[in-house]
């Protein structure tokens, strides 16, 4: 497997306040990760190249002008448990007769009450599933792989320098690593990584790359397909 950095230096190294929504969601995820046992190894083939995930947003960018990342999420760090019970395949299915053309599935069990059993239910739409959590650790890869998930969110402002590394690993995975970007001082990480999927955390927008990250804006000219709020 890809050698990645220990998570405890990742989590200590973010330069966040200790009392940011990111950073104490990544010190509980830091805690879940000491309870799991060392991550298997890989069981699906190597990704190369476009996926599903990357492909079905192409399509529907191409075909309607945007695509849309539709985002099963029941509470969150800032909101509290803001929408708790919402029935997860009822609101898939709305999201899918809605024009969805791919899911954002929470995974992070503590501030945002995401589950895995999430992740592998949605697998019965047939629409594509990012793992979105707080990767800092090969066995949150193993996870997203486990639950079938087709892409996987690597945030560039916890990973740094370490996203290519990362972006390699969720590859190794059968994964699509789909790289966030907080501000245009993280494009470095996604050119380094070659991300074909660089996501803009602040206009909630998301830029298809025709094969790695290029300079200036995260995405210049390319069609991009907006997340679902």
């Given at each position: 497997?890809?050698?990645?950095?220990?998570?405890?230096?990742?989590?200590?190294?973010?330069?966040?306040?200790?009392?940011?929504?990111?950073?104490?969601?990544?010190?509980?995820?830091?805690?879940?990760?000491?309870?799991?046992?060392?991550?298997?190894?890989?069981?699906?083939?190597?990704h190369v190249g476009p996926g599903p995930f990357e492909a079905a947003l192409r399509r529907?960018?191409?075909?309607?002008?945007?695509?849309v990342i539709a985002e099963y999420k029941q509470a969150s760090p800032s909101l509290g448990p803001f929408a708790m019970g919402t029935p997860l395949l009822a609101q898939l299915r709305a999201y899918v007769e809605g024009g969805a053309s791919a899911f954002?599935?929470?995974?992070?069990?503590?501030?945002?009450?995401?589950?895995?059993?999430?992740?592998?239910a949605a697998a019965d739409f047939r629409v594509p599933r990012l793992y979105k959590g707080f990767v800092i650790s090969e066995a949150q890869l193993a996870e997203a792989e486990s639950a079938g998930a087709e892409a996987v969110l690597l945030i560039a402002r916890v990973l740094k320098t370490h996203t290519s590394a990362f972006s390699e690993a969720a590859?190794?995975?059968?994964?699509?690593?789909?790289?966030?970007?907080?501000?245009?001082?993280e494009?470095?990480?996604?050119?380094?990584?070659?991300?074909?999927?660089?996501?803009?955390?602040?206009?909630?927008?998301?830029?298809?790359?025709p094969g790695r990250a290029h300079g200036g804006t995260p995405a210049p000219g390319l069609p991009g397909s907006r997340a679902h709020p």
């Open positions: 497997m890809i050698q990645l950095p220990d998570p405890a230096s990742l989590v200590q190294g973010t330069g966040l306040s200790s009392s940011s929504h990111l950073q104490r969601v990544l010190v509980s995820e830091l805690a879940r990760l000491a309870e799991l046992p060392a991550a298997p190894a890989p069981r699906r083939s190597p529907d960018a191409e075909a309607r002008g945007g695509a954002s599935i929470l995974a992070e069990p503590a501030y945002f009450r995401g589950a895995l059993e999430h992740l592998r590859r190794a995975r059968g994964l699509e690593p789909l790289v966030e970007l907080h501000n245009l001082t494009v470095g990480f996604a050119q380094a990584a070659e991300a074909r999927l660089v996501g803009d955390q602040c206009a909630g927008s998301l830029h298809l790359q």
